[in-house]
């Protein structure tokens, strides 16, 4: 396929650069007047249109701007039902953590989790996936951690690997059963280490189901030590960790991150010098999910303060029954844009190469690169870039392209 008279064709980056740090976040090339080429699922070529090929299929882009899909890189999109009377107890004053100390929150969706059937978490997360991609989505990552027993930690990563298989974009699954202690355990921290150290990771490893290793390393949920402790034993399966880090007070999870060569540390709605410290001195990266604050009405993450630092930041959805009923990537784009002071450049590349980088994915996604998947989203006539984030809550998204076809789905 042919895409001809591209208004603007977005982040061709070097195949080489698989990942943008600090000041390098603002630099988004664009070519003005442009055709790309698709062919077997691939960017075959791409120039200006005084030098354009012709071609059989051909799709006009007049006015319109082409971009890779989105790479949303932390989710947690299987789960058995939402929480909207979570909402409105929020709405009427408790906060998140009153929500989860009362038995609400994750435990409310262990619960009914445990309860639903391999097919039918299967068929509602397709639901949501068949949306997310609608809405510009061209890679997702997809977390465990609703099971809370060997069984169901399990099951939810089965439904991951089966989500693999039946949708044409790329997926990494991530175990999370350190997200919250189940009840029996509450009162014995080590009895449930140990049952995810003894008994889910080899499971998990022996069938395959992970890429990553996550844990919830928060005050109320797992400590540092214990955090430390559970992304050790991944690592001898493989597993490297992309963890939730100061997402309701400075944790020490950044900290402990870094030194467990975390891909990335998700969160950080709160932060300080030597979180952006650390953070500004390894290859972790920092992912930010600015509609959890939004919908939880928490801090907004300091992304200036980690951009200057010369800090590595992608941007996901979060999308769960809980925090963050909402997986559509251009809102992200929005907030990042009006809440975290993002420049538009800087938060399409945190949603495109930095997201794939988040899920070591950038060699082959979140960026216009001859030889990458063509995976991408074409926009409706739009007069710039920036009007894409200033449309807040509106989809300029047009077309879907997966895998150099256009997406129906
Ligand atoms: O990323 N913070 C931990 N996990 C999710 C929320 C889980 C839930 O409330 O169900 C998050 O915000
Ligand atoms: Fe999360």
Not at 138 to 143: D, N, P, Q, R, S
Not at 266 to 289: K, M, P, Q, R, W
Request: contains cysteine; glycine residues 8%.
């Amino acid at each position: 396929m042919l895409i001809i008279n591209i208004k603007g064709l977005v982040g061709m980056h070097p195949k080489e650069t698989l990942v943008l740090r600090g000041s390098e976040m603002a630099n988004l090339p664009i070519l003005e007047n442009a055709w790309l080429l698709l062919e077997n699922g691939l960017i075959k070529d791409f120039g200006l249109m005084d030098n354009c090929p012709s071609e059989k299929e051909t799709l006009n882009a007049e006015g319109k701007f082409v971009f890779p899909s989105w790479c949303d890189s932390h989710t947690h999109i299987v789960f058995a039902a939402s929480r909207e009377e979570e909402f409105v107890m929020k709405i009427a004053g408790k906060t998140y953590e009153d929500i989860a100390t009362a038995g609400g929150g994750i435990l409310n969706s262990a619960h009914k989790l445990q309860k639903a059937t391999e097919n039918e978490l299967f068929e509602s997360a397709s639901l949501r996936l068949k949306d997310m991609i609608r809405q510009g989505t061209g890679a997702v990552e997809i977390k465990s951690g609703y099971g809370l027993t060997v069984e169901s930690e399990l099951k939810m990563l089965r439904v991951i690997q089966r989500l693999k298989s039946a949708f044409p974009i790329p997926i990494k699954a991530t175990f999370l059963a350190a997200h919250t202690y189940p009840a029996e355990y509450k009162n014995n921290h080590h009895g449930y280490i140990n049952l995810i150290i003894n008994e889910m990771l080899p499971a998990v490893a022996e069938e395959k189901l992970a890429d990553y290793i996550d844990v919830f390393c928060e005050k109320g949920f797992f400590s540092v030590a214990e955090t430390d402790e559970i992304l050790s034993a991944a690592a001898k399966y493989g597993l490297k960790p992309k963890i939730h880090a100061n997402q309701l007070s400075v944790s020490g999870g950044a900290q402990i991150g870094v030194k467990n060569n975390a891909i990335s540390v998700d969160h950080l709605e709160e932060t300080d010098a030597e979180v952006l410290a650390i953070l500004a001195s390894g290859n972790t990266i920092a992912t930010l999910l600015p509609s959890c604050s939004f919908y939880l009405n928490i801090p907004f993450a300091n992304a200036r303060g980690l951009l200057n630092a010369n800090v590595a930041v992608a941007l996901a959805t979060d999308y769960n029954p809980g925090s963050t009923p909402s997986g559509n990537m251009n809102f992200v784009v929005s907030l990042a844009c009006i809440k975290l002071k993002m420049l538009p450049e800087e938060a399409i590349n945190a949603s495109t190469l930095n997201g794939a980088a988040a899920m070591e994915m950038s060699h082959e996604m979140g960026s216009i690169a001859i030889g990458k998947k063509a995976n991408l989203f074409m926009t409706k006539a739009m007069p710039s870039l920036a009007f894409l984030p200033y449309s807040f809550g509106q989809s300029q998204i047009e077309t879907i392209i997966l895998n150099g076809e256009i997406y129906n789905g």
